[in-house]
């Protein structure tokens, strides 16, 4: 994991959102869910996280705009990791729940989210989802690994498409 931050390396980060994202980042349950190979972290630099989830032999990158974490949750977005671009429409996980999560009728208008009550994007359209969904929408008690385990879970079966040339 690359942690980059910005700055002078030995300075301390005051901002509360770059503190609790610093603390969460290191957390023994991301590094050891980075060790099982289910998900990490590639790089960040506050307050834009660069994450992978595995889909079997794969990884799909992840973006996360962090700001005002954990008051508000990330906006995340599919990531071309290689070349560290948003990922093409035609190049999204399909199969298990992904075309439910990363919806081809709704993500790409609203920033290539994930349509899950963790993300700020989604959450911004469905402000009942904190009601009705109780422990899998945002609140500020939830970390970077709550959020990486809900799309984890809903990309479960879910394949990258063969890369044609």
């Not at 660069?50 to 990531?79: E, K, M, N, S």
């Not at 035609?90 to 790409?108: C, I, L, M, N, Y």
């Amino acid at each position: 994991m690359t942690t980059t931050t910005g700055g002078d390396a030995l300075e301390a980060p005051t901002d509360p959102a770059e503190v609790a994202l610093h603390s969460d980042l290191a957390s023994p349950n991301l590094l050891a869910a980075a060790d099982d190979g289910r998900f990490g972290v590639v790089s960040w630099q506050f307050p834009v996280v660069i994450a992978w989830i595995a889909l079997g032999d794969a990884r799909v990158g992840l973006r996360l705009d962090c700001v005002a974490y954990p008051t508000q949750a990330p906006a995340g977005q599919l990531w071309d990791l290689q070349a560290n671009g948003a990922l093409p429409l035609e190049r999204w996980p399909r199969g298990g729940r992904a075309e439910q999560v990363f919806r081809p009728d709704w993500s790409p208008s609203n920033g290539g989210a994930p349509y899950l009550a963790c993300d700020r994007v989604a959450l911004r359209g469905h402000p009942d989802w904190a009601r009705t969904l109780g422990s899998k929408a945002w609140d500020s008690q939830k970390t970077m690994v709550d959020y990486l385990e809900q799309v984890a879970s809903a990309l479960r079966g879910a394949v990258l498409p063969a890369v044609t040339s």
